[in-house]
């Protein structure tokens, strides 16, 4: 009977491939201390593939010598080892439940910490960050904001955008249950739009790896958005282990909309709290 | 014409797909031994309902990927709206959030490139109607790893633009009516 067969149905060329993907990410390792070598190995071939094209080079191990000889070319092409892309209040209904969820629980404590994790250029951390303020609870909170992109956490402190991307963070805004209106949160100016250095005072923005650092602090919700689908499953199970230590007794992870702990080793620690919406509370016990 | 059964199938599809797929997706024999994968171009910001969509018609269950989600045999993954899909491993999908390709998210190209390198010479890519070039590089990859491709006739295609890039830049394994194709699934038994 015809089933999945076990022998190796790869071409010698892709064997190859990932031969030096692994040689490559071994070197970015051992040289930058970066570590890259967990992540899905899908996505990274097909960004290698860009790279590749994109500086003219015929084998990845071009690509390695270069990086590892060539600082600056490195911090360059360390954008095709992570993915920058996201948006003020993306998947509305994800702000909107935690609006509905988590914010009421929040409210009781004195205090509260906030870790987005895989923070990229800032979207989410505004975002978070205009939340909590609607709600009253920006002035008692802090949001760890971070991320191994040096480059990205600079971008994402500035509180620049494009003005181009503002009509879609404002529908964004709107379908998430923004209470006011986003342009009472920024101002434009040189093509951009910069928002309001206020919402940013309890933001601390920090280089954290969730490959190799550990736990920083204890924390009321995880935010971690479209990170995970980047890591292989035993990667995701350190990192939603390290959101587990983190958070406080039924504190809150919120995920990617297609992102979902039931395929890893802590599907139990968790119970969904808005399964649709992908936020999850830590299991009581 | 015939070859061994597959390790797994991909199918992209754009403009006119949904009732393209309809038909292929009604041909797989009801115990289709090989993990099924689709990318039909949706938008990318509502929810795509084509599982429920293809649920009574399809005898394969139907479903949309989930990241990290296990590859099961005679099972049929959506690539959801916003996301890629990939095959990651024999066993396992990832999605990824990676730039649109030729404006689109999910693409066919990621999805034939990664089942390519994944699955070699076993894997069945089956390239259906749509209206851009997405798909040619995939069917491009599928080729040079020993895969077998499969394009609808252009001439049938209710989108002829897609499968005719795909031919004319990596050429087919098999220039297929929608008739054709669903002979040559419902061949495929255990």
């Not at chain 1, 003005?163 to 709107?174: G, T």
């Not at chain 1, 007794?249 to 802590?266: I, P, T, V, W, Y």
């Not at chain 2, 002829?160 to 795909?166: D, E, G, I, K, N």
């Given at each position: 009977?015809p089933?999945l ?5 790869m071409?010698?060329?892709t064997e190859?491939?990932?031969?030096e993907?692994?040689i490559?990410?071994?070197a970015v390792y ?5 570590d ?6 899908s ?10 094209g ?8 071009d690509?390695?010598h ?5 600082p600056?070319?490195?911090a360059e092409a ?5 993915v920058q892309?996201?948006e003020m ?5 994800y702000?909107?439940?935690?609006r509905?969820?988590?914010i009421p629980?929040l409210?009781?404590y004195?205090?509260i910490?906030?870790?987005?994790a ?9 975002s ?9 609870l920006l002035?008692?909170a802090?949001i760890?904001?971070t ?8 971008a994402a402190?500035?509180g620049?955008?494009a003005l181009?991307?503002m009509?879609l963070?404002?529908?964004?805004y709107?379908a998430?249950?923004?209470r006011?209106?986003l342009?009472?949160y920024f101002?434009?100016?040189y093509?951009?739009a910069?928002f309001?250095r206020?919402?940013?005072k309890?933001?601390v923005?920090?280089?954290h790896?969730l490959?190799?650092d550990?736990v920083f602090s ?6 971690c958005?479209n990170?995970?689908?980047y890591?292989n499953r035993?990667l995701q ?6 959101f ?5 007794r039924?504190?809150?992870l919120?995920?990617?909309a297609k992102e979902?702990l ?5 599907a139990?620690?968790?119970e969904a709290?808005?399964?649709?919406q992908?936020?999850?509370r830590?299991?009581a016990t | 014409?015939s070859?061994?059964?597959?390790h797994a ?8 797909g949904v ?9 797989f024999p009801?115990r289709?031994h090989?993990?099924?994968?689709v990318?039909?171009?949706?938008p990318?910001d509502r ?7 293809f649920d009574?018609?399809?005898?394969l ?7 990290k989600e296990p590859l099961c045999?005679g099972?049929?993954l959506f690539a959801p709206?916003?996301?890629h ?6 066993a396992?999908v990832s999605l990824?959030r ?6 689109s998210r999910p ?5 034939f490139?990664s089942a390519?390198?994944v699955?070699?010479?076993?894997l ?9 070039s997405?798909?040619?590089?995939g ?10 491709v499969?394009v ?5 295609a ?5 499968p005719?890039s795909?031919i004319a830049?990596?050429?087919?394994d098999a220039?297929?009516t929608?008739r054709d194709l669903?002979r040559?699934?419902?061949s495929?038994?255990?």
């Amino acid at each position: 009977m015809p089933r999945l067969v076990l022998e190796a149905l790869m071409s010698a060329e892709t064997e190859l491939f990932d031969l030096e993907l692994k040689i490559l990410l071994e070197a970015v390792y051992l040289r930058y201390h970066y570590d890259f070598r967990h992540y899905a190995v899908s996505s990274l071939r097909r960004r290698m593939r860009h790279a590749m094209g994109r500086y003219g080079l015929e084998r990845l191990s071009d690509l390695q010598h270069r990086v590892i000889h060539d600082p600056a070319f490195f911090a360059e092409a360390m954008q095709y080892f992570t993915v920058q892309v996201s948006e003020m209040f993306r998947d509305p209904a994800y702000f909107a439940a935690l609006r509905e969820h988590a914010i009421p629980v929040l409210k009781t404590y004195p205090s509260i910490k906030v870790w987005i994790a895989g923070c990229s250029t800032g979207e989410e951390v505004w975002s978070m960050a205009i939340l909590l303020e609607e709600e009253g609870l920006l002035d008692r909170a802090v949001i760890y904001a971070t991320d191994i992109n040096p480059a990205a956490l600079e971008a994402a402190e500035s509180g620049v955008f494009a003005l181009d991307r503002m009509a879609l963070f404002c529908r964004n805004y709107q379908a998430a249950g923004g209470r006011r209106s986003l342009s009472d949160y920024f101002t434009t100016g040189y093509g951009g739009a910069v928002f309001d250095r206020r919402l940013k005072k309890q933001v601390v923005f920090a280089d954290h790896s969730l490959a190799t650092d550990a736990v920083f602090s204890e924390v009321h919700l995880v935010s971690c958005r479209n990170v995970l689908i980047y890591f292989n499953r035993e990667l995701q199970d350190r990192a939603v282990g390290l959101f587990h230590d983190s958070l406080v007794r039924r504190g809150f992870l919120g995920l990617g909309a297609k992102e979902s702990l039931q395929f890893g080793a802590h599907a139990e620690a968790f119970e969904a709290c808005a399964p649709q919406q992908r936020l999850y509370r830590r299991a009581a016990t | 014409m015939s070859m061994p059964f597959p390790h797994a199938v991909v199918i992209g599809a754009s403009a006119g797909g949904v009732q393209a797929l309809r038909d292929v997706l009604a041909c797989f024999p009801a115990r289709f031994h090989a993990p099924v994968l689709v990318v039909q171009h949706i938008p990318r910001d509502r929810p795509s309902g084509l599982p429920a969509l293809f649920d009574s018609s399809c005898a394969l269950p139907v479903a949309e990927a989930e990241d990290k989600e296990p590859l099961c045999p005679g099972v049929v993954l959506f690539a959801p709206p916003d996301y890629h899909l990939l095959v990651e491993d024999r066993a396992t999908v990832s999605l990824s959030r990676d730039e649109p390709v030729l404006y689109s998210r999910p693409a066919i190209d990621p999805l034939f490139e990664s089942a390519a390198e994944v699955f070699g010479d076993g894997l069945l890519a089956i390239l259906l109607t749509g209206a851009s070039s997405d798909g040619s590089a995939g069917v491009a990859a599928v080729r040079r790893e020993g895969g077998t491709v499969w394009v609808q006739d252009p001439a049938e295609a209710v989108a002829p633009v897609m499968p005719a890039s795909a031919i004319a830049h990596a050429g087919a394994d098999a220039i297929v009516t929608l008739r054709d194709l669903c002979r040559r699934l419902g061949s495929f038994t255990s």
